[in-house]
């Protein structure tokens, strides 16, 4: 069934849909975007994507096509308009068209494109099984901070870990693990501590991190942000990623090394639990 997309300033069929050849996004990867998941046909944790919207927009200078209050606007009508009930909105601003010149041009109107996907989020049975994960080199740029459209390194990863025969690829970099393909990697120690990377330029600042470390503190667990190797993990009672599309992703086996007893932990299910209890308490 064809989705009804958004772009810049007009709702569409998307075979409709039309971008320039000269989209910096397309040229430069000059591009950030932000993904939101909607349960009920409603948006998660949104305020948080679009205040992370404006940091990344702000780190590469570029201005906003408009306020955030409208970009709400123009998710809540895509939902209406594709009678979204579970999946995400998508949502990508880039720095605009002009002619090709690695310099920011000076008047270019930046354009903001989104759209619609389903998705079975709750009920997605990789959360059930959980997922095989192996672990390959970090070769993304320095600023992972940013969320930029520039994904061919952690498409290629992601690609790489489907031909080994895996669910997904942890990316490791000096030794450590800096995160998932496009979503943030943790792990609970033998004596139950919840560890993830700290916060900085190595990784995206997950808003279903944030949440999630939220829910762990109120449930009493212990959390320790910090880096951890592929050796520890391997070690690790449980592991579990967290994004928007998959809120908390239990992962079972790391690059061949099967975790406890090789199904979803107590601890990873209670926080797939309890976030999800939060996000349908607060989506709006
Ligand atoms: N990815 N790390 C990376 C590299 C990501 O691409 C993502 C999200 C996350 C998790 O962030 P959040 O909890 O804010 O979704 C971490 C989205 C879902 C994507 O690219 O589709």
Known sequence: MSRIVYVNGDYVPEEEARVSVFDRGFLFA???????SVLDGKLVDNAGHLARL???LRELKMAAPC???????????LIARNDLSE????????????DRDFNFPKDATPSLVMFTQEKTILNNPSATKGLTVVTLPDIRWHRRDIKTVQLLASSLAKQTAKDQGADDAWLVEDGFVTE?????AFIVTDDGKIVTRQLSNDILHGITRRAVLKCAEAAGLTLIERPFTPDEAYEAREAFST???????????????ILGNGVPGPVTQKLRELYI????????
Do not use: C, H, W
């Open 54 to 56: 404006e940091r990344s």
């Open 30 to 36: 000059d591009g950030v975007y932000e993904v939101s």
């Open 67 to 77: 306020a955030n209050d409208q970009i709400t606007a123009i998710q809540k009508e």
């Open 180 to 184: 998932g393909t496009s979503n943030n």
């Open 277 to 284: 209890a939060e996000a349908k308490a607060t989506a709006v």
């Open 243 to 257: 994004s928007a599309s998959a809120f908390v992703m239990p992962v079972v086996k790391i690059d061949g090394r």
């Open 87 to 98: 999946g995400v909105v998508y949502l990508q601003i880039t720095r605009g068209a002009a």
